[in-house]
Antibody
Framework: EVQLLESGGGLVQPGGSLRLSCAASGFTFSSYAVSWVRQAPGKGLEWVSGISADGGTTYYADSVRGRFTISRDNSKDALFLQMNSLRVEDTAVYFC???????????????WGQGTLVTVSS | DIQMTQSPSTLSASVGDRVTITCRASQGISKWLAWYQQKPGKPPKLLIYTASSLESGVPSRFSGSGSGTEFTLTISSLQPDDSATYYCQQFNRYPLTFGGGTKLEIK
């Protein structure tokens, strides 16, 4: 069974930093692209960042480019999101999500974690 | 960026009704569209991919159609468990983008 478990969320002040992690199991992590998707309280889904299976290609939404960095450790089946210069508008539940088909970067997400809440507030 | 526009934003229907949700892309995305269902406090669930392919385990009352810029999600006979918010998403080009969502309520 595919499982994705996010951690690292919490309360942080504006301008602060946070590092999210996503532990993957139940599939060959190193074969799949993965992404972070967020959802502000009561709002819709917003794709944040994605990374190819081998980690060599990364993608970012304009809203986070230059502030967030996505990375992965295929030896540990783990995905990360380093978030710097956090803003109030970054407050959201952050989900990690797995691409449906291995080897492709342009895929829908067939598995999601339960999410971790990031609150940016003074 | 490709903008995804869903309509309606809210929808109320009765059990047994046929329900259709529309998603429009600001530019052509061929068939590279997915539909998700999300219930409160839960992550999204993939229903349809490549515009019309039914994800494994999803009831056959769900179907998708369209290509280019116009897409629809249809529920052929609405069930109480279908109360949720539905999102479309394009995966033709980065940044990946979602529609604003359609909240479906059961009368």
């Amino acid at each position: 069974e595919v499982q994705l478990l996010e951690s690292g969320g919490g309360l942080v002040q504006p301008g602060g930093s946070l590092r999210l992690s996503c532990a993957a199991s139940g599939f060959t992590f190193s074969s799949y692209a993965v992404s972070w998707v967020r959802q502000a309280p009561g709002k819709g889904l917003e794709w944040v960042s994605g990374i190819s299976a081998d980690g060599g290609t990364t993608y970012y939404a304009d809203s986070v480019r230059g502030r967030f960095t996505i990375s992965r450790d295929n030896s540990k089946d783990a995905l990360f999101l380093q978030m710097n210069s956090l803003r109030v508008e970054d407050t959201a539940v952050y989900f990690c999500a797995k691409a449906k088909q291995d080897g492709y970067n342009y895929e829908p997400f067939d598995s999601w974690g339960q999410g971790t809440l990031v609150t940016v507030s003074s | 960026d490709i903008q995804m526009t869903q309509s309606p934003s809210t929808l109320s229907a009765s059990v047994g009704d046929r329900v259709t949700i529309t998603c429009r892309a600001s530019q052509g995305i061929s068939k590279w569209l997915a539909w998700y269902q999300q219930k409160p406090g839960k992550p999204p669930k993939l229903l349809i991919y490549t515009a019309s392919s039914l994800e494994s385990g999803v009831p056959s009352r769900f179907s998708g159609s369209g290509s280019g810029t116009e897409f629809t999600l249809t529920i052929s006979s609405l069930q109480p468990d279908d109360s949720a918010t539905y999102y479309c998403q394009q995966f033709n080009r980065y940044p990946l983008t979602f529609g604003g969502g359609t909240k479906l309520e059961i009368k």
